[in-house]
């Protein structure tokens, strides 16, 4: 069993720069040109560090319209008022490491040419491409449910606007308010997300004294990660206003009506005051009209360095990319965003390259002071990302150790934003 705590991820982080900060091989052609599409978490990670440790042999393009990130991760802190808007939103500041940003979104991949198209008509010619889009939401997944049903049952499942509303929302409710989450199907971007969010609704609902409110999730899976962890929290924390239903329960969901605010399964049909719907999920829209993406809507890789298995000049990375045991979050989006980051400078600037070594740990909170967490080590085994080492709190744990773990969080998102962003 391993641990990770504040002292542990700094220094994977460190040793992680370490083997990227290696002298590069210089070539006395052009410059070999990075463009990196998504300025998420493995996007931004890939993009600065190869600019900063190639020592100026590589030209490193990121290109990403949004001038701010909002992140996805701690944004459920931000629902259940732990911490403001403002310390989950995040400037670009990659130009001090050479990255060259181009404010626009990147329309389509032309394989052949090796070259992005941006919105605005120009093309970035590429000799490696990094694609990090993130996830899409499948809209027509759940019935009833749609892209414009989103303004009134949010899924805040990309954070921004849709946190905003769903925020908005949940402080509007009177005490008696009835919740329903609708959570996702597996894989889905950051697996105890759902469950860390119901955590942070009740907080709010028990810290207004909303005694005799409810929220109610309907599952479409039978488990889910670190469930027994959440439900002896729910029990500790926010007694009977929990109820967590699987498909044997409520028999499978048959749709949802925005206009009634109803959602119907085959149990019951449900009146509620707020519907947080978080739909089934894809890799980004650009990966897939690409050619990147398999039967599945994600893209499968080479688990050795993150390359597509469809394209020797791409890497996939990030909640897009098929990643074996590890789990769609930004802790492992950042760790594979560095083997990344060594490969191409392995292959653009004949640096030295090492095994792909991997790593994640997801922290969950449930009540101020009370926090949880899950992780482990990878490595590339039998054609996939396999699980080496692992580790989850225990139930029962002590206060302490649920304090310790809560400030571990924090110093986590502290160092990894300005890993990411610098």
Known sequence: MISMTRRHFSTALLAGAGVLAMPAVLRAQAKPRLVVVGGGPAGATVARYVAKDSNGAIDVTLVEPAKKFITCFHSNLYLGDYRPWESIAHDYNLGAAGVKKVDQAATTIDRDKKEVRLAD?????????VVAPGIDLDFDSVPGWSEAAAEVMPHAWKAGPQT??????????????????IAPPNPYRCPPGPYERVSCMARVLKAKGHGKSRIVVIDPKDRFSKMALFQEGWQNHYPGMIEWMDPKMHGGLKSVDPKTMTVTTDLESIKADLVNVIPKQMAGKIARDAGLANATGYCPIDPTNMKSANDPSIFVLGDASI?????????????????????????LAGARTFPARYSNTCWSILAPDDTVKIGGRYEAKDGAIAEVEGFVSKTGE?????????????????????DIFG
Request: proline share 3%; no cysteine; glycine share 8%.
């Open 121 to 129: 008509g120009s093309v970035v010619p590429y000799d490696r491409l």
């Open 164 to 181: 905003q509303l769903l925020k908005k929302q949940l402080d509007a409710l009177q005490d008696g308010a009835t919740i329903v989450m």
């Open 323 to 347: 990643a074996g045991a590890m789990p769609k979050s930004a802790f492992a989006a950042n760790s594979q965003a560095k083997v990344v980051a060594m490969a191409v400078r392995g292959e």
């Open 398 to 418: 002590s206060k302490d150790e649920r304090r310790q773990t809560s400030e571990e969080n924090m110093g986590w998102y502290k160092g990894i934003v300005a």
